[in-house]
T-cell receptor, first 116, second 116 residues
Framework: EPEVTQTPSHQVTQMGQEVILRCVPI?????FYWYRQILGQKVEFLVSFYNNEISEKSEIFDDQFSVERPDGSNFTLKIRSTKLEDSAMYFCASSEPSSGRQETQYFGPGTRLLVL | AQKVTQAQTEISVVEKEDVTLDCVYE???????LFWYKQPPSGELVFLIR??????QNEISGRYSWNFQKSTSSFNFTITASQVVDSAVYFC?????????????FGKGTRLSVIA
């Protein structure tokens, strides 16, 4: 069964460093998302991406964040200058093309980011 | 504004007991979708079910069942004859697709512990 994959599974970085989190969505999906979950808290939406551009973004997704689909398979989240509060689990998700209804978002296993 | 409330923070049951996880939502839209996801201790988010606002029929899948009641804005999840492997955090989520896929709004989750 196709699944979303994410690398790395864990990342430890120093405050102020740049990190890139990678995702490979399910192959026939066209909508991509990033969510984050601070330890013990709920899952929060960051950004959605469709047709090579951002569809929606939350208040969390400030200028320190960017997303990119560098090739036909990868979808990346970059944090330019990490802060302590960026420590969280980051989930990538993807969904099928929409026919006007909400398609199910399938999540990857997550990347646990720790900023020291 | 969308809101999802999972009032039960933690539930602990003995194996083979039935357990119901509550989810109450708020939305102004007549078209919306509701989801349940499971997050086992390994951390990934596993899709369980999606329902749209026009389909109030309850659903059963093995030991899992869902009770959707628009009159009370609730979408509760029952596990029958719980097993230790059901121990996880369960998230209820809502989306209001205005034009296709939109972000999910998650509740804070209910941590279920099933004790052998």
């Amino acid at each position: 069964e196709p699944e979303v994959t994410q690398t790395p599974s864990h990342q430890v970085t120093q405050m102020g460093q740049e990190v890139i989190l990678r995702c490979v969505p399910i192959s026939n999906h066209l909508y991509f998302y990033w969510y984050r979950q601070i330890l013990g808290q709920k899952v929060e939406f960051l950004v959605s991406f469709y047709n090579n551009e951002i569809s929606e973004k939350s208040e969390i997704f400030d200028d320190q964040f960017s997303v990119e689909r560098p090739d036909g398979s990868n979808f990346t989240l970059k944090i330019r200058s990490t802060k302590l509060e960026d420590s969280a689990m980051y989930f990538c998700a993807s969904s099928e093309p929409s026919s006007g209804r909400q398609e199910t978002q399938y999540f990857g296993p997550g990347t646990r980011l720790l900023v020291l | 504004a969308q809101k999802v409330t999972q009032a039960q923070t933690e539930i602990s049951v003995v194996e083979k007991e039935d357990v119901t996880l509550d989810c109450v939502y708020e939305t102004r839209d007549t078209t919306y979708y509701l989801f349940w996801y499971k997050q086992p201790p390994s951390g990934e988010l596993v899709f369980l079910i999606r329902r749209n606002s026009f389909d109030e029929q309850n659903e059963i899948s093995g030991r899992y069942s869902w009770n959707f009641q628009k009159s009370t804005s609730s979408f509760n999840f029952t596990i029958t004859a719980s097993q230790v492997v059901d121990s996880a955090v369960y998230f209820c989520a809502l989306s209001e697709p205005t034009s296709g896929n939109t972000p999910l709004v998650f509740g804070k989750g209910t941590r279920l512990s099933v004790i052998a």
